[in-house]
């Protein structure tokens, strides 16, 4: 139809909340939750995206990650600008997990 399915772009920020939170807590992690997940404008078929992270809060083995998609259409002629959109957002809570798959403490945020 066009349009990007939205699965995809959800498997797409759940990596970015992925690596996000494994660069903080430095361990293997795991989705156990996804709040307030919002698809704005549509993702057309030949859009790049860009996945934006940001840890908003830490607990004592698990983080909430806040997640933003921006698409960019390419202008369809040489003196077209191109056309940059947030499309979806929603924030991703993560829990970190040691070697025997337990949860594992994780370091607070810096101040």
Request: aromatic fraction near 6%; hydrophobic fraction near 40%.
């Amino acid at each position: 139809m066009g349009d990007i399915f939205g699965g995809f772009l959800m498997a797409e920020m759940d990596l970015a909340a992925a690596i996000a939170s494994r660069r903080h807590c430095k361990s293997r992690v795991v989705t156990v939750a996804v709040d307030g997940l919002v698809f704005k404008k549509p993702v057309h078929t030949g859009d790049t995206i860009s996945c934006y992270t940001w840890i908003k809060s830490v607990g004592r083995t698990s983080m909430n990650v806040r997640v933003l998609v921006v698409s960019k259409r390419m202008g369809t002629v040489v003196w077209e600008e191109d056309v940059i959109d947030e499309v979806t957002e929603g924030v991703f809570t993560m829990v970190a997990k040691d070697e025997n798959g337990k949860p594992t403490r994780v370091p607070p945020l810096p101040q």
